[in-house]
Every structure is written in C-alpha cells, then in structure tokens.
C-alpha cells in the first residue's frame, strides 16, 4: 500500500453501495488520513466538504497513472528545443558581432531570417508545454506523428538558416 489516492478510496468506501456521491468518497478517503490540500498545502485530515477550508480551491478525487507515458512529449520538447536554443545563440552571436568594432556581422538575410526564426521557435516551445494536456488523450500515432512534426520544425529552422547563409 503506497497510499495512492485509488487503493485508498476503494478500501475506504465501496462503490457498489448506493448513497456514495464524489464528496462521500473523498470524506471517507480523508477520514483519519493526513493529505495536503494540492494548491495551498493545508492538511486536509478529517474534511468533511469537497473544498479546502484555507483557500477554497475545490477538490476532487480521482485515480491517477503512476507512470504517465510523456516519452512523446519529452521527445517533441527536445526537438523544438534544439531548434530554439541553436538559433537563439545565433540571434546573441548577430547583437554581439553588430555591436562590436572591427565586424560587419551578417547580411541581410541571415539577419532576418534569425530574428524571425527565433521568436517563432520560442512560440513554439511554449505551444508544446501548453498543449501536453489537449495532445495526451489523442492517440499515441498521433502523438508521435506531432513529436516528429516538433523535430523536423526545430531543425528545420536550423538548416534554413545554412541554406539561406551559404
């Protein structure tokens, strides 16, 4: 027994017995049982509402996975990530090397490309820590298929810029 919310709601509180309502469950759960409130960190021990009496934040129980499966996630984050921080080194090598004496720094297009680029990959990588929770239930080709989407983007933007500087 890990105390993981599952077991302990089902040893607590059976649900084939009628009159158990989700307030029930999560009384019978906290009943004798020292828990901390998920947003504020209050002990919950003995509650008897589905609401956290120090910040009024409203609780629920549920049954949660031990091992969530993110390889996907990380794999997309790091995709886009390599993209980012290539082409954000570039974007401070072009401020430092235009504001420095003796270095004309990059052309035109090199600079235009990187000043766009960056910011675009930065959006990005937001989209994708922001997306996780519309992505995950989809299917896992699908979730893959977007990983692989975030790799080609973020190198993507890195081989450009060589087409475009070379």
């Known amino acids: ?3 993981g919310l599952a077991e302990s709601a089902s040893d607590s509180a059976p649900r084939s017995e009628p009159g158990w309502g989700a307030s029930d469950l999560l009384a019978a759960f906290l009943g004798g049982r020292d ?3 998920p947003c504020c960190g209050y002990n919950l021990r003995d509650l008897t509402s589905d ?3 120090e910040c009024g934040d409203v609780l629920v129980l549920r049954v949660g996975s031990a091992h969530p499966r993110l390889a996907w996630f990380v794999t997309g ?5 390599v993209g980012f921080g290539f082409n ?3 974007f401070a090598w072009a401020i430092v090397s ?6 004309p720094g990059f052309d035109q297009p090199e600079m235009i490309w990187i000043v766009v680029a960056t910011p675009m990959l930065c ?4 989209a994708w820590v922001l997306g996780r929770r519309w992505v995950t239930p989809r299917p896992a080709a699908a979730r893959w298929s977007l990983a692989l989407l975030a790799w080609a983007l973020g190198l993507g933007g890195s081989f450009a810029f060589f087409g475009i500087a070379m």
């Open 1 to 3: 027994m890990n105390g």
């Open 35 to 37: 828990y901390p409130c």
């Open 51 to 53: 609401c956290c009496p």
């Open 77 to 81: 984050l790091v995709g886009i990530s």
């Open 88 to 90: 954000l080194v570039l």
């Open 98 to 103: 235009h504001f420095s004496a003796g270095y």
């Open 123 to 126: 959006a990005l990588v937001v």
